[in-house]
């Protein structure tokens, strides 16, 4: 077992999503290593709490990397430096005794801060609501294996559609471009037969209202993908600019 | 009050059939002018959501997530039952009805598990159709793997995340229907209380718990698809939001809450590594297809698992049930955890856990196969404990996870409260006392999907509404009560969090509620729950105000509920002198150590009635008829 540990934060406080926010220094000992990141906060909040101060509100829920509701800045990188984790699976034994962490929220134009290291993502609900299903009634579907899909293209398919929609993928990206969430809820239908007969409709439907929320353009940074905790590739969005080019033509 | 199941006659094949030919319809052209309250986005509440919307309801549907996306459906790992019989294996939807009630200990309700069988075809058709990628054969096929308490494959599943997958399918068919204008969401918003007009439940209250706004909601129906309570125990896999304050409320508005105290714990969870945690993470039960559970044979054994020569370990479940062996029901594989590690052969730091070992199957496979069937599942717990499972075996101590009571609903998933319809883990109804793995999926969706779209046009048809707006005093009482209770908790200002209360709850729930029950352990549990409570109710202290966002405030009141509700599930355990499926009393045992059921006094359903602050709840019971399945010992030996 390794020792506990002590680090310095600096974590950004904004009381409302007009208000000035700023970086506020707190120091927690006694860290034990095997916490997660988001444990040592609630801990840091016990405290604050008791000195009658305010807590940190930062969202989270499953805390298992799954649900895509965490998503923090720490020391300059959407979801920290580990790669293929969410925040709430970043453990204090990543880091070492004595360091500085910086506890900022995602920053995009389209993602405005609600409070402290809360953000508003519902951007990414109304992109969603442009296309990203196949129209299907409950209750008009054909008996499942009537339609046989080869497994590599049912994995590409898994591997598009392991999207959490956290975004950090626009955190990190110097436009704030969405292609990343976009494009792989593209691939997922484009690949797949059933999402065929929309495919054109949907492209251009979900491009226009990603548009449309302010999210910027891609220019192949490829920084999305260093920082998607499902570690979803850019292969995606090239995918994602075929299908819309494709639906220019008639 | 005799609650009746309202479970319709006829063959049990046919009375799905034949209730849907004579029940009242709404016409296609009155289906908008009815709005439909539904509370929660996971499995159940997504999919009635989008059905209803298809249908032409003028659905609201509401949320605490930030998005309809993130409900905790999304953390279900392993899969979804479905008798499909693709596998040419022997199932079909009379097995899968038939592990079903022997699964859940013969305390669940034939007729409705019967439907629920019936019903799991077409969520596997209606998710392929909307594009969720299940695993697939080279052929083409879906692809199948079984799980705990069958001797078939029919589990499908997306890679770790089936959950997940099913739920953007159901959310995607929700956001469509919200892009066609027929269902409106609203996130962030905390369901804290039922408004009943005329004994109908036509409303709910919320708050914004962005605004901090207290804000009112009518409509013809209020459907509650709110999911589970594990979290009651504190630390449980369940996500750290997840509560019972919405069910609980309509508890306290006259909607009997069933069966309480059948919970489960689920034997495959990384096991607690200090004080600090703030929750437990799920290995997929899925992992026990391939991986053997093993303790030392000797007491006090502190070598490394390696170490231990193949001759001086027990694969107690392969000894114990040699026909399922490490493939039993969830209810039995975490009670013989426990009683290893009470015998002090459990292993890890703290002596609370046991070995999975996968050796066997990467020798017999190969790595890769075992990384193509789990690998997310081991990295996940590579990244936790830093250890590898390729190399050592995973360690593994069950942790409540799921929880089968909940309110009590007819065959048409109708409360005690008119009206008030509950859907999915909210509900009691088809789990018994112990629920087989992969199917709360099943369950959720097929409530969402194909059973409530019928039985609400039953009630909508044929109930007769008058109008009614939020002006009526009946809003108003309830708007005063959601005040008055964020109002008392704000000014309490004592010395202790939330979180050391919920704590403190957690560890007597686990201790005296948990894998298993005395009579001496639950009174004492009784006179414990009532001392936090007092602690809570005069020396919490939460932070910050009611009109902003305060993360505290919400945790104070759902911690308020679970004390209520953690006292409900203890009484519930002490009246029911068996032991069925999760519910294990230690007087009520056979001489093996298994459950020991009692069918002549205990074959029924107990649904509390509440009565008032401080009185405790009155018991009602639902008898419980096997016409079809006869009870007998469960065994998997």
Known sequence: MSKNITVYLKIWRQEGPDSRGKLVPYTVDNVDPDMSLLEMLDVLNEDLTKKGELPIEFDSDCREGICGTCGLVISGIPHGKKKGIATCQLHMRNFKDGDVITIEPFRAKPFPVVKDLVIDRSAFDRIIAKGGYISVNTGSAPEANLIPIPKETAELAMDAAACIGCGACVAACPNAAAYLFVGAKISQYCLLPQGHPERKIRVRAMVGQMDAEGFGDCSNHAECQAVCPKEISIVNIARMRREYLKSLWP | ?637
């Open chain 2, 1 to 637: 009050m005799t609650l009746d199941g309202k479970v319709p006659g006829g063959p049990i094949e046919q009375k799905w059939d034949s209730y849907k030919g004579h029940i009242n319809l709404v016409s296609p052209a009155n289906k908008r002018k009815h709005t439909i309250i539904i509370v929660g986005t996971g499995l159940a509440g997504a999919s009635a959501a989008a059905t209803l919307g298809e249908l032409g309801y003028n659905v609201k549907s509401y949320c605490i997530q930030d998005s309809p996306r993130r409900a905790h459906s999304i953390a279900a790992q392993g899969g979804i039952n479905a008798s499909k019989d693709y596998q040419n294996d022997g199932d079909s939807d009379w097995r899968l009805f038939y592990d079903t009630v022997k699964g859940g200990d013969f305390r669940s309700r034939e007729g409705n598990v019967y439907r629920l069988a019936q019903l799991s075809g077409n969520i596997i058709d209606q998710c392929v159709a909307q594009g969720v990628p299940f695993a697939r054969e080279y052929g083409g096929g879906l692809a199948n793997r079984s799980f705990g308490g069958v001797l078939v494959s029919r589990t499908f599943y997306a890679r770790g995340q089936t959950g997940q997958q099913l739920l953007l399918g159901a959310y995607g068919a929700l956001m469509r229907q919200l892009n066609l204008g027929r269902v409106k969401i609203f996130p962030r918003r905390e369901m804290l209380d039922l408004v009943i007009i005329d004994g109908r439940a036509r409303g709910i209250v919320v708050r914004n718990l962005i605004t901090g706004e207290i804000e009112k909601y009518e409509g013809d129906a209020v459907l509650l698809a709110t999911g589970g309570y594990s979290p009651v125990y504190y630390l449980s896999t369940n996500a750290v939001n997840s509560n019972a304050s919405a069910a609980w409320r309509c508890h306290k508005r006259g909607a009997y809450f069933a069966n309480p105290s059948f919970t489960q714990i689920h034997p495959t969870c990384i096991p607690q590594s200090g004080e600090h945690q703030s929750k437990l993470v799920l290995m997929s039960e899925s992992l026990r297809n391939d991986g053997r559970i093993w303790v030392p044979k000797e007491v006090g054994d502190k070598r490394a698992a390696n170490d231990i020569p193949e001759n001086e370990r027990d694969y107690y479940l392969e000894r114990m049930y040699p026909a399922y062996g490490n493939l039993v029901p969830r209810d039995i594989a975490s009670r013989a955890a426990k009683r290893v590690c009470d015998e002090g052969r459990g292993v890890g730091a703290t002596g609370r856990a046991v070995y999975l070992d996968f050796a066997d199957a990467i020798k017999r496979l190969g790595e890769q196969v075992i990384r193509e069937k789990y690998g997310n599942l081991f990295d996940m717990y590579e990244n936790i404990t830093g250890e590898n499972p390729y190399r050592v075996p995973m360690r593994i101590y069950p942790a409540p996870h799921y929880t089968m009571g909940g309110l009590w609903v007819d065959y048409n998933l109708m409360s005690t409260i008119p009206g008030l319809f509950v859907l999915g883990e909210a509900n009691f109804s088809d789990h018994g006392a112990n629920r087989l793995g992969a199917s709360a999926l099943m369950q959720g969706l097929a409530d969402g999907y194909f059973v409530i779209p019928f039985t609400l046009g039953h009630y909508i048809a044929g109930a007769k509404l008058s109008a009614v707006n939020t002006d009526n005093d009946a809003f108003k009482e309830a708007v005063d009560n959601v005040q008055k209770g964020t109002q008392k908790l704000l000014s309490i200002k004592g010395s202790k969090t939330v979180r050391e209360i919920h704590r403190k709850l957690g560890n007597i729930m686990i201790q005296y509620v948990g894998m298993s029950r005395s009579e001496e352990g639950l009174k004492k549990a009784i006179e414990e729950i009532k001392r936090i409570k007092e602690e809570f109710w005069t020396d919490v202290n939460v932070p910050g105000s009611a009109d902003t966002l305060n993360k505290s405030l919400e945790m104070a009141g759902r911690l308020a509920d679970f004390l209520e509700l953690g006292e409900l599930m203890a009484r519930d355990a002490l009246n029911r002198n068996e032991s069925a499926g999760g519910h294990f009393r230690e007087e009520y045992q056979t001489p093996e150590g298994e459950a020991l059921r009692d069918d002549k006094n205990y074959s029924y359903v107990a649904a509390w009635e509440y009565k008032g602050k401080e009185k405790p709840q009155e018991l009602h019971k639902e008898e419980l008829e096997f016409e079809y399945v006869k009870e007998s010992q469960r065994s998997y030996k």
